[in-house]
């Protein structure tokens, strides 16, 4: 199966890139970077999460592209980005780096936002040089710090130890997921997204998600199993807006809410009603007004500060 299976029409279909380019990992890792929109507009970074790739952002490249510069890449290991042995929150840190350096003129700021693993990313690069150089905002979409698999509610079971074992198995399963058929799009609607949430959303993240090898998934989810980032929040030192969706099984509200308590300058907490874990596509229109406006607000400042 293709690595880069993904929907080829609609408002999910990934846009092409004006350009693409090539950032270099500080262990080598090369990363698969998409320019979109024009240049010398406000810059927005988008860090997609486990299992996914650039393609997971394409309603708001879409969106935001008109008048932004949208920066997406493909994690180590995912999408266009050849796998890596290290699978750590430190490489995830030095990748984001990478594409920082790689996209951003020296000085230039930008919001980055994060989906899952790539909230996880902004918060492990937080007090990193080029982070603190680059960021004006962040939004952390759908993550957590830390607990990820006591937490997680995907099984119907009170939490406890039974619920932690058995969901770790699940997520760190090295099954592969095989084809996309219409039990596999059921499974993945229950476990990733809202009760609601449309054929056209369920196909393009089904899609996305089984493209991903299953190595790379394998070695991703232990990462995930243990990770803490809690000290990493409280380091956070740019604004960020937190989202979530009620109906989240993988990263519940609890994360969201100990996020918004924890950062130094939380923008907002908006929680939404029955949207699960996939918000960026769940929720398309508010993830990119969101980001849109931390980028009129904060984006704007850094410039003209930087002008003085």
């Known amino acids: 199966m293709s690595r880069l299976t993904h929907v080829s029409s609609g408002p999910y279909a990934p846009p092409a890139p004006a350009r693409e380019l090539t950032a270099v990992s500080s262990d080598g890792a090369r990363l698969h970077v998409e320019v979109h929109g024009p240049e010398g507009a406000p810059a927005v970074v988008l860090a997609h999460g486990w299992t996914c790739s650039t393609a997971f952002w394409a309603a708001q490249i879409r969106d935001l592209a008109a008048d932004h510069r949208v920066i997406a890449y493909d994690q180590r290991g995912h999408g266009r980005s050849p796998a890596h042995p290290a699978c750590t929150t430190h490489a995830l840190a030095d990748d984001l780096e990478?594409?920082?350096?790689?996209?951003?003129?020296?000085?230039?700021?930008?919001?980055?936002?994060?989906?899952?693993?790539?909230?996880?990313?902004?918060?492990?690069?937080?007090?990193r040089e080029a982070f603190r150089a680059h960021a004006a905002a962040v939004l952390l979409c759908s993550t957590g710090s830390s607990q990820l698999v006591a937490a997680s509610t995907l099984l119907p079971l009170g939490p406890g130890r039974l619920r932690t074992w058995l969901t770790r198995r699940v997520l760190g399963s090295r099954a592969p997921l095989g084809p996309v058929t219409p039990l596999a799009?059921?499974?993945?609607?229950?476990?990733?997204?809202?009760?609601?949430?449309?054929?056209?959303?369920?196909?393009?993240?089904?899609?996305i998600v089984h493209a991903c090898p299953r190595k790379v998934r394998y070695a991703w989810s232990q990462m995930l199993d243990t990770l803490d980032l809690d000290h990493a929040v409280r380091e956070l030192?740019?604004?960020?807006?937190?989202?979530?969706?009620?109906?989240?099984?993988?990263?519940?509200?609890?994360?969201?809410?100990?996020?918004?308590?924890?950062?130094?300058?939380?923008?907002?907490?908006?929680e939404l009603p029955g949207v699960g874990h996939m918000t960026p596509v769940e929720a398309p229109d508010l993830i990119s007004s969101t980001i849109r406006e931390l980028a009129g607000t904060y984006v704007r400042v850094t410039l003209e500060e930087g002008a003085v």
Request: one cysteine or more; charged letters at 15%.
């Open 98 to 127: 990478a594409v920082l350096r790689a996209a951003l003129a020296p000085g230039e700021r930008a919001v980055i936002a994060g989906h899952s693993m790539g909230g996880m990313t902004v918060l492990a690069a937080g007090g």
């Open 185 to 207: 799009r059921r499974i993945l609607k229950y476990g990733t997204m809202g009760p609601g949430s449309a054929p056209h959303m369920v196909e393009a993240c089904a899609r």
């Open 237 to 270: 030192a740019v604004p960020a807006a937190v989202v979530v969706g009620t109906a989240d099984r993988l990263t519940p509200p609890v994360h969201a809410r100990a996020l918004a308590a924890a950062l130094p300058h939380c923008a907002a907490l908006t």
